[in-house]
């Protein structure tokens, strides 16, 4: 049960009556709701004082239920919006479907740009994600054109001024540089505490420098590994996704139960992508793996 639902709604999941009974008690008059009389289309809330048929119930507080949560590997070439005018493939064409609820991007990507994005099932979670005072960091390996001096670098940590207000990266560190490159191409892994459009490329442009390649790595504790191969996804481990919900204050949802069959296909993806993905493997930096 959801909070702010549909008088008739609750009073049917509490076992009084379908919900067309339901309907025709509150027409009749005979439904109160915290001592007043109820109307056709009223909305209760966790705490409401409900009267039906001289008994008293106070509505109950929704109760806690698995969130899931979804790490995609995005291509480029792919939109973040479930429709395009111009009929380009969208993220959301390769996510499996939901029997209940649908999927909530955590944040977007450029059409040019892959790399991790993160859906849930949990809009409030997702919202709480991308809130500007939840300070979740995104990091970004970005393959830069053009000579990148000291001075550049001290800037874009100290801050540039953009179009939109003054921005930075928190962080910048050298990439898996090949020594042949010559400063031409330099990857470098950057990160952001924001999520403002196109903020990454916007930065490095305004150092008049080309970005010809950009890949975000990081949300937050979340990495993305390097057996999900671009346009696959996994499920988050129930470690995973109590991590980012305590990061954003909300409650450790409970933990997601699965079947055995649900349990063996998961390992078998797993296992799939694992040796799918074994002949790409990169060593990143921090310890992790990542496709480049």
């Known amino acids: 049960m959801l909070s702010n639902e549909k008088l008739q709604k609750v009073l049917a999941a509490e076992g009084f009556g379908s919900r067309r009974e339901m309907e025709r008690l509150i027409e ?160 470098y892994y950057c990160t952001v505490m924001e999520g403002r459009n196109r903020e990454v490329r916007r930065l490095w442009e305004s150092q008049e420098l080309r970005v010809s390649r950009l890949k975000r790595v990081r949300y937050g504790p979340i990495f993305i590994p390097s057996y999900v191969r671009q346009g696959h996804w996994i499920d988050l481990e129930d470690k995973d996704i109590a991590q980012l919900c305590k990061m954003v204050d909300l409650p450790v949802p409970p933990r997601q139960t699965l079947n055995r069959n649900q349990k063996e296909k998961k390992e078998r993806q797993v296992r799939r992508m694992r040796k799918a993905g074994a002949k790409g493997q990169v060593s990143g930096r921090k310890g992790k793996d990542r496709y480049f």
């Not at 390769?94 to 977007?108: D, E, T």
């Open 28 to 187: 009749a008059g005979k439904v109160r709701v915290n001592g007043r009389l109820a109307n056709l289309g009223a909305r209760v809330s966790p705490g409401d004082k409900v009267e039906i048929n001289q008994r008293t119930f106070v509505v109950p507080q929704p109760a806690a239920k698995p969130v899931r949560v979804l790490l995609y590997n995005k291509p480029e070439g792919e939109i973040c919006s479930q429709k395009d005018p111009e009929g380009r493939p969208s993220v959301f064409d390769r996510l499996p479907k939901l029997h209940a609820g649908r999927w909530v991007s955590v944040g977007r990507l450029d059409f040019n740009t892959s790399g991790l994005l993160l859906f849930t099932d949990s809009g409030e979670l997702a919202n709480r994600l991308m809130h500007p005072s939840s300070e979740i960091d995104r990091e970004y390996m970005v393959r830069v054109q053009g000579e990148v001096t000291e001075d550049i670098l001290t800037r874009l940590k100290e801050g540039v001024l953009l179009e939109d207000g003054m921005a930075k990266f928190t962080d910048i560190s050298p990439g898996n540089n090949n020594e042949d490159a010559k400063g031409a191409n330099t990857w």
